[in-house]
């Protein structure tokens, strides 16, 4: 039976990783396409589509152990006990997914065995410590959130709360769609985002928060206000269906452990440049899809997805090992 592929997807993390590099982009979005180049080489590819660098991990059992504790902070006062629970369940899991990593398969594809650690998975250095070092960082980044001073703000809010949103800690696609039907060129794709938390407060504001880690870029400096937090803004105008001169949106992101945070008001002019950006995104998109035909969302051959110039890149790729091997297929017209 012919392949049927999945809607064209735009986020801002399919966005940013088609400008990092187009080829990991159609290793992370085609996966499936590869079967006609090779199917072992697919197989591979969806291998190694599962695993996750080191510091990714932690910052996503940072964003896990926020999200709990933001939970918990719902049934105020928190009881006593709530914190060690969520520490000591955060550093169960973290061990259960680090011993599970450092004694699976490479190899093979089993679909049963999905996390693993790019570190393992291509025999990489790790601080010594490793397990011990990235617990500690999770917990000290939730100390770090704690002892801030918008703790307090978003603890009153919470607790005060008119409506309170946290995210799930796993995907729900359904929640991330934003509802763009009415613009033409966005109708056959599905465009998601979804911020760490908003609430909505007893005067009717909207307050939007993020969660972000690492180092924060001099463009961040510049220019606080990130395209992401546009999205969600966008996204909460179309599910609200409130223009944005009805709605007071603030939203804001923070930088763990160093509790920074960049962001405003939401403005027109900011709406107005998000829904620019995505049909501009969308139609670069199309430029690589068979007849420019966002429908089908049939890609060109594989050998069209450049890769990176910048080889400093490759080093800490996860799809390093399949992309060397793609090289001597691509020589060939294949579709
Ligand atoms: S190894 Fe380098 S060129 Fe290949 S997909 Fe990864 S980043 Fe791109």
Known sequence: MPYTP????????????????????????????????????????LLLKNIASYKMWIGTHTHFILSDYLQALKTWPLDPS?????????????????????TRQYETYDKNQKFGLNEHAYNKELPSEPLQEAIRIVTSNLEAFRSSALHEDISTYIRDWHRVFIEDKEPNFEQMKVVL???????WVNIRAQPDAWVVTKDGRYIIYDRKSGTIRDERRKNPLSEQLKVYALK????????????????????VPSMEIFGGEIQD??????????????????DYLHDND?????PLAVEKFLRTDDTKKCDTCRFKRVCDKLKTFESHTLF
């Open 269 to 286: 002019i900011h709406i107005q440049w998000i829904s620019d950006k995505i049909i501009s995104d969308v139609t670069t998109i199309s």
């Open 6 to 45: 999945p809607p064209l997807s735009r986020s801002i993390s399919s966005s940013t990783l088609r400008n990092h590099c187009q080829k990991k982009y159609y290793f992370n979005y085609y996966t499936n396409w590869l079967k006609k180049t090779n199917a072992d080489l697919r197989l591979e590819t």
């Open 82 to 102: 709530s914190l060690k629970r969520i520490t000591d369940l955060s550093a169960q899991v973290m061990s259960q997914e680090f011993d599970f990593s450092a």
């Open 294 to 298: 966002v429908s089908t969302n049939k």
């Open 236 to 255: 909460l105008l179309t599910r609200t269906k409130k223009n944005i001169e009805d709605i007071s949106i603030e939203w804001y992101e923070i930088y």
């Open 181 to 187: 039907d009415h613009v033409p060129e966005l109708s």
